[in-house]
C-alpha cells in the first residue's frame, strides 16, 4: 500500500515575506505546491504505434510556476 507523504504547510511569515518578494520564501512555497501543479500538468502522450503515456508537460508547468513568480510581484 502507498503511503501518502505528509508536507509541512508554509508558516505565515513565510507566505508575508513571499508576498514582500522575498525569493527564497517565494521557492519554499512553490516547493510546497510542486507535486500539485505537477498532478495539474500531466497529459498523455501518444507515440507513433499509438501507445499512451502519460507524462508531465514540463513546458505547461514552467508556465504555471512563472506566473505564480509573477502574480507575488518578483
Do not use: T, W
Not at 495539474?40 to 501518444?46: A, D, E, G, K, W
Amino acid at each position: 500500500m502507498k503511503q501518502k507523504r505528509s508536507y509541512k504547510k508554509p508558516s505565515f511569515y513565510v507566505i508575508s515575506s513571499a508576498m514582500d518578494g522575498d525569493k527564497i520564501s517565494i521557492d519554499k512555497i512553490l516547493d510546497f505546491y510542486d507535486p500539485y501543479i505537477s498532478k495539474s500538468c500531466i497529459r498523455p502522450l501518444y507515440d507513433e504505434y499509438g501507445n499512451v503515456y502519460i507524462a508531465v508537460d514540463m513546458e505547461l508547468k514552467g508556465r504555471i510556476k512563472s506566473h505564480y513568480e509573477n502574480d507575488i510581484g518578483i
